[in-house]
């Protein structure tokens, strides 16, 4: 079957998509330059009320162990860190649209945040324990990875049951069915949604790879780590939807993050515990 419509029509035909705050599109890039310091980030916080009382709260949440101590933004960023401040804002942003239901992938109220709350601290995991790459990078790209589902939903919807019928007949995964019903796969339009909204390149890359790091022309560690993050998330159960269908690991995704197969087990082990006590402290605050 051919494309329908193309990735750019979708996207502005999509009435309810978000869009990305400027101040949060700043931090991001802020926070990932070698000149940001505590007070530019403060200080675009502070531009987004609503924004920034999230951050604090955050900040002061048990799972930092911190709780009443920390009473201003500055202070904020200087005891947890830029990038730890940067991820903060990101999941006070997105957890409004990722805890939508979407029934074209079979996922309910807060599944899609589950999913993709899970996939970025396994992708932190991952990071940590390859010692290649930047934890808190992996974990901006993971929290992203699945944006092009919002898009791709309203399309979807009538034709889930087609496609899991026709992932159970031919063995395929998920995305090579969204691939032959509709031309292109929700990895594709994340990308580009990532581009439009002019984020890091980690994370376009991470949206767009994520399901085959193996076809990017340049690996990316993130990248690998985010698909490594997203195949334990799906094999774990969080958030599953219709498109964890015949979701293989990559071979070469290992090999990249100088891993093991037994560090599945172990990332996968503290990926339980993690998801959990972020969960916990973070779902009421944001929510
Ligand atoms: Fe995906
Ligand atoms: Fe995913």
Known sequence: MGVIITIDE????????????????????????NTASASQIAMLLA????????????????YYGLSGQVFGLKEAVVVLGLRCVKNLALVAVSYPWLSKPL????????????????????????????????????????????????????WLERKTEALIQLSSLNGWSFVECERTVLGYDHGQVG?????????PLSVIDSARFHHEPDTRPDPSLVVDAVHLGDYLASALGFGMGADGLQ????????????LHPQDIDRIADDLERER??????FEEIVA
């Open 247 to 258: 979701y293989a690991l990559q071979p070469n995704t290992l090999v990249r993050l100088g």
């Open 103 to 154: 029934h074209g992938y079979g996922l309910d109220p807060k599944d899609l945040w589950m999913h993709s709350h899970g996939t970025a601290v396994a992708a932190m995991l991952a990071a940590q324990r390859s010692g290649r790459l930047r934890d808190d990078e992996a974990f901006t790209a993971g929290l992203l990875h699945d944006i092009g589902k919002l898009a791709m939903n309203v």
């Open 47 to 62: 531009r987004d009320p609503a924004l920034a009382s999230r951050v604090l709260r955050l900040a002061n949440s048990a």
């Open 191 to 199: 990308g580009r949604i990532a581009e439009r909204w002019n984020l």
């Open 276 to 281: 959990r006590l972020q969960a916990e402290s």
């Open 10 to 33: 979708m996207i502005d035909r999509t009435a309810d998509l978000p869009v990305i705050p400027a101040v949060a599109l700043r931090i991001m890039h802020e926070a990932d330059s």
